[in-house]
C-alpha cells in the first residue's frame, strides 16, 4: 500500500470502478464585467466525462476558457449552467477531503521554504503527519533527490515546476489539475519534464486533466485530447490516443504522433477542419 498518510475514508464505499471521475454536463460560464455590459459568455454546451485513470489534454488557443474548465473541476470557480461532478460529488467535497492535487503554471512554491517543506506542505495543510519515505520517494521521481535542503531560488525554472508536480502528486490526490505546468520552460527543459511526467503517470494512473496549448506535449501524455475553439470556447474535436505506454522518445519520432500532432495543429488553425 503506497504510504500517502491519507486516513482510511471511513464509511465510505470505494465507488464503482466505472464511475466517471470528472464529468461536466451542459456547462456554460459566464463571467459578469460591469453592471451596465452584457456579462462575457466563455463557455458553452461543454459535456465532457474523464474516466477513472484516463489522462486528458485540454488543448486550444489562448483565451478559449481551458483554465476557466480547470478552475470548475477545481472547484474555484462555479458554472453559470450545468454541473461539474468530481468522483460523483461536487468539487469542494473532494478539495476538503484533500483528494485533488492541482500544479499551475508558476505554481507559488514557499520561498523560505526547502524543496523538502515544499512537498511536505499538504501533510501540513490537511494537518496530517508527514511521512518522511513519501517525501523521499516524491523528489526521487522527480529526480531531484539530492536537492532535498535547496531553496526555491537556488534551483532553476524547470527544478521549481518538478516540486510544484511533486507537492500537486503528495497526497496521491484521486484526480490531478495541471495547467500549463511546463508553461514558462525552454523547449529543451520542456519536453524533457514531459517524457518525466509520462513515466511517473504511466507507473501511477492518477486521474489527469493537462490544460496546454502546447499540441505535441498533448499528444505525448494523454490518452484523449481535447480540442477546444473559443468563442464561448466549446469542445471542436476528440482525439484517441491509443499508443501504448510508456510512451518515450521512440514515440516522439514516430510518424503515427507527427501524423496526429499535424492533424491537431491544422484543426486548431481551423477548427471547422474545412466546413464552414
Ligand atoms: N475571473 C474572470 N473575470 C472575467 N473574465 C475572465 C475571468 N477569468 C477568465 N476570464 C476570461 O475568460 C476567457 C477565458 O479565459 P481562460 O479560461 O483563462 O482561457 P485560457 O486558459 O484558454 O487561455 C478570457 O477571455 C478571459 O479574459
Ligand atoms: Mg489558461
Not at 21 to 47: C, H, M, N, Q, Y
Not at 65 to 79: D, H, Q, Y
Not at 221 to 232: C, H, S
Given at each position: 500500500?503506497?504510504?500517502?498518510?491519507?486516513p482510511p475514508r471511513e464509511?465510505q464505499?470505494?465507488?464503482a470502478?466505472?464511475?466517471?471521475?470528472v464529468?461536466?454536463?451542459?456547462?456554460?460560464?459566464?463571467?459578469?464585467?460591469?453592471?451596465?455590459?452584457?456579462p462575457l459568455?466563455?463557455?458553452?454546451g461543454?459535456?465532457l466525462?474523464i474516466?477513472r485513470g484516463e489522462?486528458?489534454?485540454?488543448?486550444?488557443?489562448?483565451g478559449?476558457?481551458?483554465?476557466?474548465?480547470l478552475?470548475?473541476i477545481?472547484?474555484?470557480?462555479a458554472p453559470?449552467?450545468?454541473?461539474?461532478?468530481?468522483?460523483?460529488?461536487?468539487p469542494?467535497?473532494?478539495i476538503a477531503?484533500?483528494?485533488?492535487?492541482v500544479a499551475?503554471?508558476?505554481?507559488?512554491?514557499?520561498?523560505w521554504?526547502?524543496?523538502w517543506?515544499?512537498?511536505?506542505?499538504?501533510f501540513?495543510?490537511?494537518?496530517r503527519p508527514?511521512?518522511?519515505q513519501?517525501?523521499r520517494?516524491?523528489?526521487?521521481t522527480?529526480?531531484?533527490?539530492?536537492?532535498?535542503?535547496?531553496?526555491?531560488?537556488?534551483?532553476?525554472?524547470g527544478?521549481r515546476?518538478?516540486i510544484?508536480?511533486a507537492r500537486?502528486m503528495?497526497?496521491?490526490?484521486?484526480?490531478?489539475?495541471?495547467?500549463e505546468?511546463?508553461?514558462?520552460?525552454d523547449a529543451?527543459?520542456?519536453?524533457?519534464l514531459?517524457?518525466?511526467?509520462?513515466?511517473?503517470w504511466?507507473?501511477?494512473?492518477?486521474?489527469?486533466v493537462?490544460?496546454t496549448?502546447?499540441?505535441?506535449?498533448?499528444?505525448?501524455?494523454?490518452d484523449r485530447?481535447?480540442?477546444m475553439?473559443g468563442?464561448?470556447g466549446?469542445?471542436a474535436?476528440?482525439?484517441l490516443i491509443?499508443?501504448p505506454?510508456?510512451?518515450?522518445?521512440?514515440?516522439?519520432?514516430s510518424?503515427a504522433f507527427h501524423?496526429?500532432?499535424?492533424?491537431?495543429?491544422?484543426?486548431l488553425?481551423d477548427?471547422?477542419?474545412?466546413?464552414?
Amino acid at each position: 500500500m503506497v504510504d500517502n498518510g491519507r486516513p482510511p475514508r471511513e464509511g465510505q464505499e470505494k465507488p464503482a470502478a466505472d464511475r466517471a471521475a470528472v464529468e461536466l454536463r451542459g456547462v456554460a460560464k459566464e463571467f459578469t464585467l460591469s453592471r451596465r455590459r452584457e456579462p462575457l459568455r466563455v463557455l458553452d454546451g461543454i459535456d465532457l466525462t474523464i474516466a477513472r485513470g484516463e489522462f486528458v489534454a485540454l488543448l486550444g488557443p489562448s483565451g478559449c476558457g481551458k483554465s476557466t474548465v480547470l478552475r470548475m473541476i477545481a472547484g474555484l470557480e462555479a458554472p453559470t449552467a450545468g454541473s461539474v461532478q468530481v468522483e460523483g460529488g461536487a468539487p469542494s467535497a473532494l478539495i476538503a477531503q484533500h483528494r485533488l492535487g492541482v500544479a499551475f503554471q508558476d505554481s507559488a512554491l514557499l520561498p523560505w521554504a526547502s524543496a523538502w517543506d515544499n512537498i511536505a506542505l499538504p501533510f501540513r495543510l490537511a494537518g496530517r503527519p508527514v511521512p518522511e519515505q513519501r517525501i523521499r520517494s516524491l523528489l526521487e521521481t522527480v529526480g531531484l533527490e539530492g536537492f532535498a535542503r535547496a531553496r526555491p531560488k537556488q534551483l532553476s525554472g524547470g527544478m521549481r515546476q518538478r516540486i510544484s508536480i511533486a507537492r500537486s502528486m503528495a497526497l496521491d490526490p484521486d484526480v490531478l489539475l495541471l495547467d500549463e505546468p511546463f508553461g514558462a520552460l525552454d523547449a529543451v527543459t520542456r519536453r524533457r519534464l514531459n517524457l518525466e511526467l509520462g513515466a511517473v503517470w504511466a507507473e501511477q494512473r492518477t486521474t489527469t486533466v493537462l490544460v496546454t496549448h502546447d499540441v505535441a506535449e498533448a499528444v505525448l501524455l494523454a490518452d484523449r485530447v481535447v480540442v477546444m475553439t473559443g468563442r464561448p470556447g466549446s469542445l471542436a474535436h476528440v482525439e484517441l490516443i491509443p499508443a501504448p505506454r510508456p510512451r518515450g522518445e521512440d514515440f516522439t519520432r514516430s510518424h503515427a504522433f507527427h501524423e496526429v500532432v499535424d492533424r491537431l495543429v491544422s484543426l486548431l488553425d481551423d477548427p471547422s477542419g474545412g466546413r464552414q
